[in-house]
């Protein structure tokens, strides 16, 4: 989603008729990151737009984007860690976001989940979030799957029936078993 994004961005920037912002060839990392803060953005403006109403204490860094002040900040950390960018549960960009980190991850379950997304960012009720969206991942539906087993079948009527000893006779064999004279001997055992 960043990168079409970026495509659309590239595509608006060379629509403009100033030549000298003309872009071609691939993407560079300055627009796949500028683009993927515009999304933040445009998801704040639109889903979070009371930031009086949470718990917590928020903040707009310099690039206009909406953060989260942590507890931690006396931390010697990346600041984006004890300031996490603040993203809405159940949004199309949050729930793309948390698939594209599931994948790269291997399919992680819920705990890594959550310390992979916390180093960046602070999803609100992100584990109830997590576990909808890994939830409705079906590569790990397939994994998490319990092979099918049968119940226990009946025995058979000759080891249910009363009969005399050694009536109904059964053999076990253990072995190959060496002798001290270098023999070699087996266990047969009628039961
Ligand atoms: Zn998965």
């Given at each position: 989603m960043i990168r079409v994004f970026a495509w659309v961005l590239r595509?608006?920037?060379?629509?403009?008729?100033?030549?000298?912002?003309?872009?071609?060839?691939?993407?560079?990392?300055?627009?796949?990151?500028?683009?993927?803060?515009?999304?933040?953005?445009?998801?704040?403006?639109?889903?979070?737009?009371?930031?009086?109403?949470?718990?917590?204490?928020?903040?707009?860094?310099?690039?206009n984007i909406l953060r989260v002040k942590s507890k931690i900040t006396?931390?010697?950390?990346?600041?984006?860690?004890?300031?996490?960018?603040?993203?809405?549960?159940?949004?199309?960009?949050?729930?793309?976001?948390?698939?594209?980190?599931?994948?790269?991850?291997?399919?992680?379950?819920?705990?890594?989940?959550?310390?992979?997304?916390?180093?960046?960012?602070?999803i609100i009720r992100d584990r109830k979030t997590l576990k909808s969206i890994l939830n409705d991942c079906v590569i790990c539906a397939r994994f998490k799957v319990k092979s099918q087993s049968s119940g226990p079948s009946p025995l058979p009527s000759y080891r249910v029936t009363d009969c005399a000893i050694f009536e109904v006779v059964g053999i076990d064999l253990a072995g190959l078993l060496f002798l001290k004279t270098g023999e070699k001997v087996w266990i047969t055992l009628f039961t």
């Open positions: 595509f608006v920037n060379n629509c403009h008729k100033d030549y000298n912002k003309y872009k071609e060839h691939e993407l560079s990392v300055a627009e796949v990151e500028n683009s993927e803060k515009q999304l933040i953005r445009l998801t704040q403006t639109y889903y979070l737009p009371d930031v009086e109403s949470f718990k917590f204490v928020t903040f707009i860094d310099n690039d006396e931390r010697n950390d990346e600041s984006s860690f004890f300031c996490p960018i603040l993203l809405p549960d159940k949004r199309e960009f949050t729930k793309l976001f948390i698939r594209s980190i599931h994948k790269k991850n291997c399919h992680a379950g819920i705990q890594i989940m959550q310390s992979l997304i916390r180093k960046r960012f602070w």
